[in-house]
């Protein structure tokens, strides 16, 4: 990297300069009237119908009054749905744990039989019974970690 008093000087920024005065124009923005509901809409008039209008029209207040019914109606069948469908994922969540649960045992019982598989094939007749508590304690856990995968919490 070359230093030196031969070096370009870098450039710097020049502030832009108007000619005329004059501000460049900007187009307007159009002004947002506040929300006279949280909601969004007037209350006063939905679809350009007034509480008055309704409360002077019988059949228009029987429709409305059928169609909260229906989407109350809705609304609770839509809830039951959401409600089962939320029981069957508990019950998969389950499942997966047991799942887990039933591999580790299986894989912890592993290693006792593979111990006692060594014990009794080793040739020494004085811990022929040892090897045998060692596999019993390796087959409890197969039994443990299968039924766990299988049966448990049923």
């Not at 187009?27 to 969004?40: Q, S």
């Not at 004085?126 to 856990?141: D, E, K, R, S």
Request: charged fraction near 10%; include cysteine.
């Amino acid at each position: 990297m070359a230093t030196g008093p031969n070096l370009p000087a870098r450039p710097t920024a020049v502030p832009a300069q108007t000619t005329g005065g004059a501000a460049p124009a900007v187009p307007p923005v159009p002004a947002v009237p506040p929300l006279t509901n949280p909601l969004g809409f007037i209350q006063s008039s939905l679809a350009g119908v007034t509480v008055d209008d309704l409360l002077k029209n019988k059949p228009a207040l029987t429709m409305l009054l059928h169609d909260h019914n229906r989407l109350n109606n809705e609304n609770g069948s839509l809830n039951n749905a959401l409600n089962t469908a939320n029981t069957y994922v508990r019950g998969y969540e389950d499942t997966k744990n047991r799942a887990k649960t039933g591999a580790i045992f299986q894989a912890a019982a592993a290693i006792p039989i593979g111990f006692s598989i060594n014990i009794l094939t080793g040739g020494n007749d004085a811990l022929v019974t040892t090897g045998w508590a060692v596999f019993a304690i390796g087959v409890l856990f197969q039994c443990i970690g299968l039924y766990y995968a299988f049966w448990g919490d049923n």
